[in-house]
């Protein structure tokens, strides 16, 4: 201020010594010089506070997004253990059916979730067709039967007409 008032004053056609002006001038240099260094230091110490700030920030974001690809992949996980393996091994117990491979074991028919209803309805996929393989059995061996005693009524017959032949010529 002591500066300002000597400018001031020589405004004002007052004349100022030289010596005096240069000194005015030095203390109004070294006070603003002095308060830049204090305005510079708490400008330091503001970034300062902001970067840490930042980088904690920073830092719980990346821990939150570790967090949710680790959430993400036990999901994954479980998703793949409880529903695609199981699935895909319903597929090929399917395709052995369709190979009327009938001897497979169907699992997890007896767990409650829809895995258990699919391999509930394999199973009775498997079931019919193991009961309309015995019936094909069946059938067979019934028309086996039925072939054997036609063949034996046929000949029963032919021998019973050669008898009454060979009794008619005797």
């Given amino acids: ?9 020589i405004g004002e056609g007052n004349p100022q010594s030289q010596k005096d002006f240069v000194l005015k001038w030095n203390a109004a240099h070294e006070s603003a010089n002095a308060f830049l260094t ?4 708490e400008l330091d110490a503001l970034l300062t506070n902001r970067i840490s700030s930042y980088k904690d920030t920073q830092m719980n974001s990346i821990y939150q997004a570790l967090a ?11 998703v793949v253990r409880t529903v695609t393996k199981p699935l895909s091994e319903l597929t090929g117990i399917m395709t052995e059916l369709t ?7 169907v699992p997890y028919a007896s767990s409650r979730s829809e895995i258990g209803s699919i391999a509930s309805s394999i199973n009775v996929f498997k079931d019919n067709a193991l009961h309309i393989q015995q019936m094909q059995a069946d059938q067979a061996r019934l028309k ?6 036609r063949k034996e009524a046929m000949v029963q017959l032919a021998d ?11």
């Fill in 144 to 149: 086996e039967e039925n072939e054997q005693e």
């Fill in 68 to 78: 949710g690809i680790i959430i993400s992949l036990l999901f994954y996980l479980y």
């Fill in 99 to 105: 190979k009327n491979n009938l001897s497979v074991n």
């Fill in 38 to 41: 204090v305005a510079y230091d």
């Fill in 160 to 170: 019973m007409f050669q008898q009454q032949v060979e009794g008619s010529i005797n």
């Fill in 1 to 9: 201020t002591e500066f300002f008032k000597t400018l001031v004053a």
